[in-house]
């Protein structure tokens, strides 16, 4: 198999796939809001911000150009950019601004045991903060996965959403989301390689980008990407 080849125009051919297929794009909100009455081809189309803020500008003008919206989960305190820079910001303000979903990418047990907080503040805290930053309701939360050895999905098995005014975290069993049980899941978050999992289940040594799936004619995909992995000559630039 033809090792693909992460640059930006080729997510942009991938999206542009998925529309032509009939795909519908939607934020994770509105999945939410029209789970109960699902078109025949979906995807959510969900976008973490791991490392670079920056990188972002280029899938916002992607998204201009085929008239289609994500949700985008933000770190607050990541080592590698500062949400609330004079750059960051403005391209932050950008997005919102065009329409798409602002999420939090929480790292609350992270945070919790490192600066010896109790989680549910650091949660509450962090909200609050964002929301004020872009006077925005923030109504939802992805987990990040990093470096500490620590998960910050621990946190929701014995915390709903819902009681702390959200509609979702990202990986959640509520019935009102579920979306990683219910749908086909495709990731780049392999940096190198895309993986998938169906309903929960991961597909072993599947490697096939979202365009590759459309064969098998799946009605709900759940489409996470990273900004960070895509490049126009190299992954360094």
């Not at 907080?117 to 992805?142: H, I, W």
Request: proline share 3%; hydrophobic share 35%; with cysteine.
């Amino acid at each position: 198999m033809k090792k693909y080849s992460f640059t930006w125009s080729n997510i942009e051919n991938e999206y542009k796939s998925l529309l032509e297929n009939g795909y519908i794009v939607i934020t994770c909100e509105e999945f939410v809001k029209i789970k109960k009455n699902l078109p025949s081809k979906v995807v959510v189309n969900r976008i973490d911000i791991d490392f670079s803020i920056k990188k972002v500008i280029y899938l916002l003008d992607i998204f201009d150009k085929l008239n289609i919206k994500g949700t985008f989960f933000v770190r607050l305190h990541a080592p590698e950019y500062n949400p609330f820079s004079f750059e960051n910001y403005r391209v932050l303000k950008r997005l919102l601004n065009s329409g798409h979903e602002l999420g939090y990418h929480s790292e609350i047990v992270d945070q919790s045991i490192i600066w010896g907080e109790e989680t549910e503040d650091c949660l509450k805290r962090d909200l609050k903060v964002l929301g004020n930053m872009f006077n925005y309701k923030v109504k939802s939360v992805a987990s990040h996965g990093g470096n500490t050895g620590f998960n910050n999905l621990d946190f929701w098995k014995s915390n709903k959403p819902k009681d702390f005014g959200l509609l979702y975290e990202g990986y959640d069993k509520e019935p009102e989301y579920n979306l990683f049980q219910e749908a086909f899941y495709i990731s780049d978050s392999e940096w190198t390689q895309w993986k998938c999992y169906n309903k929960g289940i991961l597909v072993d040594n599947d490697r096939r980008s979202p365009s590759e799936h459309l064969k098998d004619e799946h009605q709900l995909i759940h489409l996470l990407i990273h900004p960070d992995t895509y490049f126009n000559n190299h992954f360094y630039e």
